[in-house]
């Protein structure tokens, strides 16, 4: 089962999702979209919480207001980091999250650690957690099917950027070449290589 929730306080809203226990937490690892960004409380067991970013996003662009959700999210989430102020919540891109076989179920590590960002909960705010708990929905999605229909539309996405990149660098080529022929074609228009009707011995009165 994963929870998904909506972050509507920035427009278009973002969606928050999060397995229910540390297996779903290990599908969601193994199937997770490459855009995703993930949240956990630092040194504390808590549910893994994922951002799913919009086109064009980074994980530098997120909106503080989103970001505060997620942490509220991750936070209240967390048996003891929900008990807990001044909590540490650390978040990263979901390609930079590492599993290896001797880590147990639902245990993760990070390929760079220069690429896992840390922000502070100073205390939970029931305000965001209670607005987010309202558009909370429960499913059953097959992660493996939503994440290979997603690389298939991503491929067909690149195949027709290259297909754009190709035919503009063919008109880009059609028109150096017919820029180069007009260029050859006003050189041999020049009046240094025209003839005249005297420069081939002709006078005009042998006509008369």
């Known amino acids: 089962m994963v929870l998904y ?62 970001l505060e959700d997620c942490a509220q999210l991750v936070k209240a989430n967390s048996i003891t980091g929900n008990k807990t102020n001044n909590v540490g919540i ?3 891109p979901f390609l930079n999250l590492k599993k290896t076989g001797d880590m147990e179920v639902g245990q993760v590590g990070f390929h760079k650690q220069r690429e896992v960002k840390t922000m502070k909960v100073e205390k939970r705010i029931n305000e965001i957690v209670n607005r987010l708990n309202k558009t909370k929905e429960e499913r059953q999605p097959d992660l493996r099917a939503e994440r290979e229909q997603r690389d298939r539309e991503e491929r067909a996405k690149i195949r027709k950027a290259d297909a754009e990149i190709r035919k503009k660098e063919k008109e880009e080529a059609k028109r150096r070449q017919e820029e180069a022929e007009l260029r050859n074609y006003s050189s041999l228009m020049t009046s240094e290589k025209m003839t005249s009707n005297q420069d081939a011995g002709y006078d005009s009165d042998d006509f008369m």
């Not at 999702?17 to 956990?40: A, C, I, Q, S, T």
């Open 5 to 66: 929730f909506t972050s509507n306080v920035v427009s278009p809203p973002y969606s928050i999702y999060m397995g229910v226990d540390k297996y779903e937490n290990e599908e969601l690892l193994r199937w997770g979209f490459p855009e995703d960004v993930w949240f956990h409380v630092d040194k504390m067991s808590s549910a893994h919480v994922y951002l799913r970013l919009h086109p064009g996003d980074t994980i530098d662009s997120i909106p503080s207001a989103v």
């Open 90 to 92: 650390v978040y990263t």
